[in-house]
């Protein structure tokens, strides 16, 4: 079974604009294109944008539509809704999730946040241990490697540590990280484990009731849907967190992270992406005997399967170029996400060059500062980030190559 490219790109308005026509998009890491689906329920509720529920059908009516995104991403990720919190953005998320594990740090309490990390999953843990008298502790990247190190994480692990903070895969790198051994290295210690799936998500779907995760952060605007930071945890670990929402809601486990009033459009699109989930599935497989989770699990297995071939192809075309892929060189191991740095240019100059020959690729550091630091990557320039997603072409790869080729 093969991904239908047409059939995925119909789903997606972005190539029936003349823009986004003759543009080979390979920044998907930073945003991607949004489904139909989920513009259709996004333009559903803002048709008449009302406060939601209530006995009026106006307002039971957006009520109902919250619902249906809410338990709809729940469905996607296997999970209870109750255990489903959304915010503005996962940096946002991850900090309300910080400011809530106050009540388990003391003086001396640690918390370990990997190398790897984009800021959202390091910043705000470092803020938290600043206000509690807690220490933070770096996991290092092996530097000869750019990977983290699961012996690494034994050394670091004692009774001290409260929670771990890590990366599903690098947003910088692509390198998938083995959650399920770390969180079983966790859990000896009785250490809580945060991931950040961000650069995750688009490419593989998090199997949320296998990996047994204590919270897990990512956000739709990267997975095709709306901009919104979807945000789960463990109702053991909620339990052990200072409530966020109204004091006369703490009886309610679904309100407990909410920190302020959400966008309830945004909520009320990501029906759309399940939806688009299940037509997906519907289309490929021509059955409709599983349950949503699974449906989606499948779904992306072609998406990823895809990616995976036309990054394969993209590796194959830079090897006769002055260029280098910092860490995996290879598939194996990494999503369709590659970190690149030139004998010739700088990364903002080949970002230029590129957008000058119709392709989408940014430079920078993407918030990945402490491991540009260890990479000892220029901050400024940093790298070229070549990020691809299902709905990309063998023909966007065939682009981007010629114009690499062109420019050096």
Aim: hydrophobic share 40%; charged share 20%; aromatic share 8%.
């Amino acid at each position: 079974m093969k991904l239908d490219l047409n059939y995925v790109r119909s789903c997606f308005p972005a190539f029936q604009e003349e823009v986004g026509a003759r543009t080979a998009f390979l920044e998907n890491a930073s945003g991607s294109y949004m489904v139909s689906h989920a513009i259709n329920r996004l333009m559903a509720y803002s048709t008449v944008r009302v406060q939601p529920y209530g006995f009026n059908d106006i307002l039971a009516r957006a009520g109902e539509q919250m619902d249906a995104g809410k338990n709809g991403m729940a469905g996607m990720l296997g999970v209870p809704s109750d255990n489903v919190y959304f915010g503005p953005s996962t940096t946002q998320n991850i900090n309300t999730l910080a400011i809530a594990a106050a009540k388990l740090m003391t003086p001396g309490s640690e918390i370990i946040v990997s190398e790897q990390e984009h800021e959202a999953n390091a910043g705000a843990w470092e803020r938290l241990c600043q206000r509690t008298g807690g220490k933070l502790t770096i996991w290092p990247i092996n530097p000869a490697t750019t990977e983290l190190d699961l012996d690494q994480l034994k050394k670091l692990l004692n009774p001290k540590v409260r929670i771990v903070c890590v990366t599903h895969s690098s947003n910088v790198l692509g390198t998938i990280n083995p959650i399920a051994d770390i969180k079983a290295l966790c859990s000896k210690q009785g250490a809580r484990l945060v991931v950040d799936g961000v650069s995750y998500a688009p490419h593989n779907w998090p199997d949320l009731p296998n990996l047994n995760v204590d919270a897990y952060c990512f956000s739709a605007y990267k997975t095709f849907a709306t901009h919104v930071g979807v945000m789960y945890v463990s109702s053991d670990f909620v339990g052990e967190l200072d409530p966020q929402c109204h004091y006369f809601l703490t009886e309610r486990q679904s309100k407990l992270m909410d920190a302020a009033g959400p966008d309830h459009a945004s909520i009320a699109a990501l029906a759309g992406l399940s939806d688009y989930m299940g037509e997906s599935y519907l289309h490929h497989f021509g059955e409709d005997s599983m349950d949503l989770h699974n449906k989606t699990k499948r779904v992306y297995e072609l998406m990823h399967t895809h990616e995976q071939n036309l990054c394969q192809l993209l590796l194959d075309g830079l090897q006769s170029l002055p260029l280098h892929v910092v860490g995996r060189s290879s598939m194996e191991g990494r999503e369709a996400n590659l970190a690149i740095l030139s004998d010739t240019h700088s990364s903002d100059e080949l970002s230029r060059m590129l957008a000058e020959r119709g392709v989408a690729a940014n430079y920078g550091n993407f918030y990945a500062t402490r491991l540009m630091d260890a990479l000892d990557i220029n901050l400024q320039s940093g790298i070229l980030r070549l990020s691809l997603s299902h709905y990309n072409s063998e023909n966007d790869i065939e682009r981007v190559v010629a114009a690499l080729k062109d420019i050096h």
